[in-house]
């Protein structure tokens, strides 16, 4: 809820949910998710998301603010899990296909971790809101128990990246990454409002595919947010 740039956002009311309602319906459709658990803070102003959470009858874990590593890790360990999806709240746009794909893919190939949201530009093909990251439990508590620098526990991977050559970069033939579909402004808020109000009609029948489509139609869209700076890791 302490979002520096929209305060609240992922419980702002879009097209009558709340964004994390939204974004639970979406992630709940890939077939190879068996489980999904919000990792929210300990502040009191975290209470409404548990309150939301308890309503949408999903799990629920709360840890750290800053150390955002030891709240994943903490939460891994609680449910138990063997593999670890990780995606941010802040993407109603999430496409369930794009889990399922990486998903498949982290099966499939010996790597530590697959992401279609690599920290380097030169290798991000997909939209900003799309971000998706496949990891294994036993990776995420070795992590953990480093002593690592503090913007390395704050965004739960960046050790990995740095210090692992055998991660994996999934990539579309295109490259999309300068369309920005998350949620961090209200700017990007009015063009995932504009998404919904063309293609939401009370299911989540559209995925990237259709967004890309509406987007080439409607150009205009895409330009309400243009000009935001995307947060580097250590902002």
Same mark, same amino acid.
């Not at 489980?35 to 629920?60: C, H, R």
């Not at 991977?157 to 740095?162: K, M, S």
């Given at each position: 809820?302490?979002?520096t740039r929209?305060p #609240?956002k ?5 097209? #009558? ?6 974004? =639970?319906?979406? !992630? $709940?459709?890939? *077939?190879?998710? /068996? ?11 975290? /209470?409404a998301? !548990? &309150?939301? !959470?308890?309503? %949408? *009858? ?7 603010e800053?150390? +955002?590593? *030891? ?17 941010? &709240?802040?993407?109603p ?7 399922d794909d ?7 190939h010996s790597?530590? =971790? !697959?992401? $279609?949201?690599?920290?380097?530009e ?7 809101g799309?971000? +998706?990251?496949?990891? &294994? ?7 953990n128990? =480093? ?20 991660v ?7 490259d ?13 808020f009015?063009v ?9 009609h009370?299911?989540?029948?559209f995925? =990237?595919?259709?967004?890309?489509? %509406?987007? @080439?139609?409607?150009? @205009?869209?895409a330009?309400?947010?243009? *000009?935001? /700076?995307?947060?580097n890791?250590?902002?």
């Amino acid at each position: 809820m302490g979002s520096t740039r929209l305060p #609240g956002k992922v419980l702002k009311n879009l097209k #009558g949910q709340s964004v994390l309602a939204h974004v =639970l319906e979406r !992630v $709940n459709q890939a *077939n190879l998710v /068996d489980e999904v658990i919000v990792a929210t803070t300990d502040l009191v102003e975290d /209470d409404a998301i !548990v &309150s939301e !959470v308890k309503d %949408l *009858n999903a799990s629920i874990f709360r840890g750290s603010e800053q150390n +955002v590593l *030891n709240r994943y890790a903490e939460a891994a360990h609680t449910f138990q899990l063997d593999t670890v999806v990780r995606i941010t &709240s802040d993407c109603p746009l999430i496409d369930p296909h794009v889990l399922d794909d990486l998903i498949e893919y982290y099966q499939n190939h010996s790597v530590p =971790l !697959v992401t $279609n949201a690599p920290p380097y530009e030169e290798k991000r093909t997909y939209p900003r809101g799309f971000d +998706v990251e496949v990891f &294994s439990n036993d990776l995420l508590q070795a992590t953990n128990r =480093l002593s690592l620098e503090t913007y390395q526990k704050e965004h739960v991977t960046p050790y990995i990246y740095e210090e692992r050559h055998d991660v994996a970069f999934y990539q579309l033939d295109v490259d999309l990454s300068h369309f920005r579909l998350t949620l961090d402004t209200p700017e990007d808020f009015e063009v995932i409002q504009l998404i919904y109000d063309y293609l939401y009609h009370g299911e989540h029948d559209f995925y =990237l595919d259709e967004i890309m489509m %509406l987007l @080439h139609q409607h150009p @205009h869209i895409a330009k309400v947010n243009s *000009n935001i /700076d995307q947060k580097n890791i250590t902002d």
